[in-house]
């Protein structure tokens, strides 16, 4: 997977001007490393229309060309908290999530990469808007292992069809048996109580 847009909404304190701006050739560099699709942001920020505007400009302007060369198109759609303790985070609210999943669908994307919610068993809200298109759900903040594998457990359930964790992993003590345990889940329909084991 290549990630296509470089955005500056992360940072503490937040520079005045925020952008986010698709990388040079970006379908072309995905071809040349062979990678299985191209991911670009669909991002909603308070107070910020402009780079939401962009987002869907860099999406238009990728939808084309990835379907010219065959590449996949994920969209991330992301729904922002107010950047008020410095730097944006994730807002879990189900209600702004959902339409911007939509909006995602709408402008073409192949699959969608989208933040889990506050409110997990209504997650299922999120797979029928998508319309068929698989839903990879991200990790969200680094929690316990027994509620990364319960929520996980819940989602695939509720219709997603994968995950993209990362600090949930690569910072988790033991992270072979941590992927271990969520692949159990994911492809094989593992209890958590047997995917927990798989942790310990």
Aim: aromatic content about 4%.
């Amino acid at each position: 997977m290549l990630r296509t847009d470089v955005a500056n909404v992360y940072g503490t304190p937040l520079p005045k001007m925020l952008f986010s701006e698709v990388i040079d050739q970006p379908v072309e560099q995905a071809v040349r490393l062979d990678a299985a699709c191209v991911v670009v942001n669909l991002l909603s920020l308070p107070d910020q229309p402009e780079v939401y505007r962009q987002c869907v400009r860099n999406i238009n302007g990728l939808k084309h060309v990835c379907d010219l060369a065959s590449m996949p198109l994920m969209v991330e759609p992301l729904v922002m908290q107010d950047n008020a303790r410095g730097g944006y985070m994730v807002d879990g609210d189900l209600d702004k999530i959902v339409p911007l999943v939509r909006q995602a669908v709408e402008l073409g994307a192949d699959i969608i990469k989208a933040d889990p919610c506050a409110d997990v068993g209504q997650y299922h809200r999120v797979i029928e808007i998508a319309q068929g298109v698989p839903v990879l759900v991200r990790g969200g903040g680094k929690v316990s292992d027994e509620e990364i594998l319960t929520r996980t457990s819940e989602l695939m359930v509720q219709g997603a069809r994968g995950i993209v964790y990362g600090r949930n992993v690569i910072h988790h003590r033991k992270p072979a048996e941590m992927t271990r345990a969520l692949m159990a889940i994911v492809h094989d329909g593992a209890s958590v109580a047997d995917a927990l084991a798989l942790v310990a």
